[in-house]
């Protein structure tokens, strides 16, 4: 009976369209990764038929002999990449070819560069590679059937890359795919067995599936990999190489992972883990619906990607790898993952390892750990908040910036707490939008001058982190912008001396501030914090920081309305002049441009800029008649 070919011409989706300009200019370099690629895909075809045929056997329709055939024809000028796996249907081509039907796309155009080689590394994470073949063919053939359809239901795509694709419905007595590379000009090197199979052995050398070729001259066929799963391999047999290029393969990244761990397990129970942490974030590392890395498989059986965090927290969705059981049934479903305590063994273990590979690091290769932060930091912070049981382990890995390490944030608490002054009893930090709009707060002043490290605070996660940390050290966490700073036992006792005269001098001053910015201020005190500023705004110890209330204001979220404490420096030559000061109405104006600096030092908008500039002019006017 004729099929009934059903064809029509369809338009790219604009993503894809983009996404093949880019691609091609930035890819060439390094063409030879289409192969990759597409074996890749033919791979991941084959793992999802096995498992759906756990559940329905006659998907295998009488073919369990599962490979990725690679073929080449000279005259053609063609190379043919094929599987028997789980094929697609016409709806499922149009949808997962002509559309990018993924979350991320924005992000991902926004973080192209126009740099080629960092562009490439992009591309490789965006999980594109059908597209690849445009790099090396000017019109690429794709014929595939979806196992479970009648051989009448196959599909032929046709494309140029040029922005339109032809689809047309075929007999395909085969389930599975088949993608035909016509090959542009100048392409003609890559028509040879031996340079087909070393680009095989270099980059898929590693995958479990065989990936077989014709013998040239002859009627018979050969494996070209070593076709087996490389984590359950011994690691005494595995090279270095060979890590890197697996690691390559399952997260579609060109660079070489920072560094992996690997091991087996046995007991109660027996499962491997292949866990590696790349070199560079990946640009979608902060959408929540984003696929995570981590695979799990059941005796080499490809069984599902851990979608939602069940084999690693979400706080480590950065590590990429396998991890492989003997016990696990084969057709275990999600919702058994719920349930299933080796499920939970395996999480508690990955997790333990891929902490314990990290604070390795940090302790022997500073350099490659400072890599990891750079690229991770933020994420792990997250760990703090969702790991109470490894709260401590992740705290010892934390980095920040500081008033003496400046801005890279290289500091951890061991070294912060290592070089603390004599009678230093706290941890000290300010939360800020940046590193820049810290380094010269007023609040900073006194703990210059006495030489007192202070942690700066700057990725929005922190404001979670300082009600996770509580002490490190034996010393507690306080945050300078809030409560009262008690450095006393950092003072001799002249120093204490005259600080109490300073203060019993401005007493009555105090009350005058109070009943001018009563609206404004919850109190007005002296205070320790400054040395060359004369006042300054803080919160009561229990109030909500100045920093994550700009963040929650800007956010268009609710503030409980809640006045600043404004500290007077009672040394300063201004404040020591106002102590004399009789006129009520010069005073006020005082009070005011006092209390407006600072809110501006602070980092805040002035309510009414106006009346601050009418005062300020009015004082300076006045001052220069005097």
């Known amino acids: 009976m004729p099929v009934e070919t059903h064809k029509e011409t ?42 759906d045929a756990l559940s329905n056997p ?37 949808q997962n070819i002509g559309t990018i039907a993924k979350s991320g796309t924005r992000e991902f155009f926004q973080s192209l560069t126009g740099d080629q080689r960092k562009d490439a590394m992009l591309i490789g994470q965006f999980g594109v590679g059908f597209y690849s073949s445009f790099v090396v063919a ?106 890197k290029d697996f690691y390559k393969y399952i997260s579609h990244d060109f660079a070489d992972p920072l560094a992996w761990v690997h091991s087996h397990m046995e007991g109660t129970h027996e499962y491997t883990l292949l866990l590696f942490i790349p070199s560079q974030a990946p640009f979608d590392l902060w959408l929540r619906e984003r696929h995570h890395g981590v695979k799990l498989y059941v005796r080499r059986v ?41 499920i939970d063994t395996m999480r508690a273990t990955a997790t333990k390892k891929i902490l314990g590979l990290l604070s390795d690091m940090a302790e022997k290769e500073p350099g490659k750990y400072a890599i990891f932060w750079r690229e991770f930091g933020r994420v792990l912070k997250e760990g703090l908040v969702e790991d109470k ?37 706290k941890i000290y930090y300010l939360l800020a939008e940046s590193y820049e709009a810290a380094k010269d707060s007023p609040l900073l002043e006194i703990f210059k001058q006495k030489g007192v490290e202070v942690l700066i605070w700057t990725d929005p996660i922190d404001h979670f982190v300082q009600h996770e940390l509580q002490e490190y050290g034996g010393l507690a966490f306080q945050s300078i912008a809030r409560g009262e700073v008690d450095l006393s036992k950092l003072e001799d006792k002249q120093e204490q001396e005259e600080r109490q005269k300073s203060a019993d001098e401005v007493r009555d001053l105090l009350e005058r501030f109070k009943k001018v910015l009563s609206d404004k201020v919850k109190d007005v005190r002296t205070t320790t914090r400054l040395t060359t500023s004369p006042a300054c705004l803080v919160v009561d110890e229990g109030g909500i920081d100045p920093n994550l209330k700009r963040l929650l204001q800007a956010a268009g979220q609710a503030v409980p309305a809640d006045k600043p404490i404004m500290e007077i420096n009672p040394q300063h030559p201004i404040i020591q002049r106002l102590r004399h000061e009789q006129d009520e109405e010069r005073f006020a104006d005082w009070a005011w441009v006092l209390f407006d600096q600072a809110v501006l030092s602070s980092g805040d908008q002035l309510e009414n800029p106006i009346s601050f500039v009418n005062r300020l002019n009015n004082l300076l006017t006045r001052l220069g008649t005097e």
């Open 389 to 425: 049981a490894n709260r401590d382990q992740i705290a010892r890995l934390l980095r920040f910036a500081s008033t003496t390490s400046g801005p890279e944030q290289s500091v951890s608490l061991e070294t912060y707490v290592s070089r603390k002054k004599e009678g230093q009893d």
């Open 138 to 243: 000017d019109r690429v053939t794709l014929l595939t059937r979806r196992a479970g359809l009648p051989a009448d239901q196959g599909v032929r795509w046709v494309s140029d890359g040029q922005g339109e694709y032809t689809i047309e419905t075929i007999e395909k007595p085969g389930r599975g795919t088949d993608v035909i590379l016509h090959l542009r000009e100048g392409e003609d090197e890559l028509l040879n067995g031996y340079r087909l199979r070393s680009i095989i052995r270099k980059y898929s050398d590693h995958i479990q599936l065989p990936i077989v070729m014709k013998v040239e001259g002859k009627d018979e066929e050969e494996v070209v990999n070593k076709a087996s799963a490389l984590w359950a391999r011994p690691k005494s047999e595995i090279s270095e190489q060979e890590y």
């Open 302 to 342: 490809y069984i599902m990607d851990d979608i939602e965090n069940k084999l690693l927290p979400r706080y480590l969705r950065f590590v990429r790898g396998v991890i492989d059981s003997d016990d696990l049934p084969l057709n275990v479903s999600r919702e058994m993952l719920q349930q299933n305590r080796l």
């Open 58 to 94: 006659d998907l295998y329709e009488r073919d369990a002999d599962f490979k990725i055939r690679v073929s080449y024809d000279r005259d053609a000028r063609t190379i043919t990449v094929s599987d028997n796996g789980i094929g697609m249907s016409r709806e499922e081509v149009i």
């Open 10 to 51: 369809l338009g790219f989706q604009a993503e894809v369209k983009q996404l093949l300009d880019i691609m091609i200019h930035s890819l060439y370099s390094n063409k030879e990764i289409f192969l990759r690629e597409l074996i890749s895909n033919a791979s991941d075809a084959i793992d999802r038929l096995r498992f």
